[in-house]
């Protein structure tokens, strides 16, 4: 039980120190300028984009050493991310997407899609052993991915959704109760900020924090959970609009 306790603070106090230094370090020396890591809000307010890579890269290394494939899951998540929000549209859902896949055009939300699938695919396979149980945690980790990034709409959304799915795996013991702290620490590191309308997880951060809490998923279940928890995160795909209607909604 000690050891339980160490793991889960051991990764939360990673993940959170972690996300604090990058920030700063991006902030001192931001690459290409500090305006190209300016973004405007919903409410035309400009904040920082710092916490997008630095979330994306603490989570990855934190999550990397409780479960090397789920670290690379998040990492590959962030840059898939980082990707849209670097060179981006304004097309949202899978239908655009996939319609202008079908055109000839590959669209950034398409690079997501296929990007992140492959990934959540190839840390399913190597943290769970039947076949049939590797595609659900694919599923699983590439859906909450996109999950988070849906609820991404208004300031401290994402963040807060970081630390109240990753709470129940805090309850749990091992690498699921580790990967869930991971997830809680960057939330933490970030929330103060976002909240503030100072900064912003940007798709960077979003898909990576949501491949953290899949991964702490997929640690902690056996085949019903990963059902249930495969079948909601399909379902909020389906209805991504009006996921993100209601996240917007939230006062």
Not at 124 to 141: I, S, W
Not at 209 to 232: D, P
């Amino acid at each position: 039980m000690i050891v339980d306790v160490f793991g889960r603070t051991r990764s939360l106090a990673l993940a959170a120190a972690l996300t604090r230094a990058g920030v700063a370090a991006l902030r001192a020396a931001p690459p290409g300028g500090r305006a190209r890591w300016l973004r405007q809000n919903h409410a035309g307010r400009a904040v920082e984009l710092f916490a997008g890579p630095a979330s994306a890269l603490a989570a990855a290394v934190a999550a990397g050493l409780v479960r090397p494939a789920a670290g690379a899951a998040v990492l590959a998540a962030g840059a898939c991310g980082a990707y849209d929000d670097l060179a981006g549209d304004e097309r949202r859902g899978f239908r655009a997407h996939l319609s202008a896949l079908g055109h000839g055009e590959v669209t950034s939300g398409a690079v997501k899609l296929f990007g992140i699938s492959a990934a959540a695919l190839l840390a399913g396979a190597r943290m769970k052993e039947r076949p049939l149980d590797k595609v659900l945690a694919g599923v699983v980790v590439a859906g909450a991915a996109h999950f988070v990034n849906l609820v991404d709409v208004r300031p401290g959304r994402a963040a807060l959704a970081g630390l109240a799915l990753g709470a129940p795996g805090l309850l749990k013991r091992g690498p699921a109760a580790e990967l869930s702290a991971v997830a809680a620490g960057v939330a933490a590191a970030v929330l103060p900020a976002d909240l503030g309308e100072r900064a912003m997880l940007g798709d960077t951060g979003a898909h990576a924090l949501g491949a953290t809490l899949g991964a702490a998923v997929v640690a902690g279940n056996q085949r019903a959970g990963l059902v249930a928890h495969a079948a909601a995160v399909v379902a909020a795909a389906v209805y991504g609009e009006r996921v993100s209607a209601w996240a917007r909604s939230l006062v």
